[in-house]
């Protein structure tokens, strides 16, 4: 598998991991009616990078399809994360967003 494939892969696992952290904390706010949309692109986020990096380290031929819809969810949780000053949701930001623009550098 090609480098940065696997730089992409490792990336997609550290968001997914990050994502299950921020979503688990999410629902611990006191005003979790308020991080509904963040929990919600948490988890869509976390599921879409789980399958895509396991899809790409199996070097299927839709890699490059999983990574561009990657980069889409991991841009869209990560603004949203951005919005909440929550320690949780600014680590989330920064790797979603990180994972984001590597994503879209391969594609």
């Known amino acids: 598998?090609?480098?940065q494939l696997v730089k992409i892969s490792e990336k997609m696992f550290?968001?997914?991991r990050v994502c299950n952290e921020c979503f688990d904390a999410c629902l611990k706010e006191d005003h979790v009616?308020?991080?509904a949309?963040?929990?919600?692109l948490d988890r869509e986020c976390a599921d879409i990078c789980a399958f895509a990096s396991?899809?790409?380290?199996?070097?299927?031929?839709?890699?490059?399809?999983?990574?561009?819809?990657?980069?889409?969810?991991?841009?869209a949780c990560g603004k949203e994360?951005?919005?909440?000053?929550?320690?949780?949701?600014?680590?989330?930001a920064k790797v979603c967003l990180e994972c984001a623009e590597l994503c879209r550098s391969y594609a």
Request: net charge negative; glycine share 0%.
């Open 1 to 3: 598998m090609q480098e």
């Open 14 to 16: 550290e968001c997914q």
């Open 33 to 35: 009616q308020m991080m």
């Open 37 to 40: 949309e963040c929990i919600r």
């Open 54 to 75: 396991t899809a790409i380290t199996r070097e299927s031929a839709l890699s490059t399809d999983l990574i561009a819809l990657c980069a889409t969810i991991c841009q």
């Open 81 to 92: 994360c951005e919005k909440h000053e929550h320690d949780h949701c600014q680590r989330c």
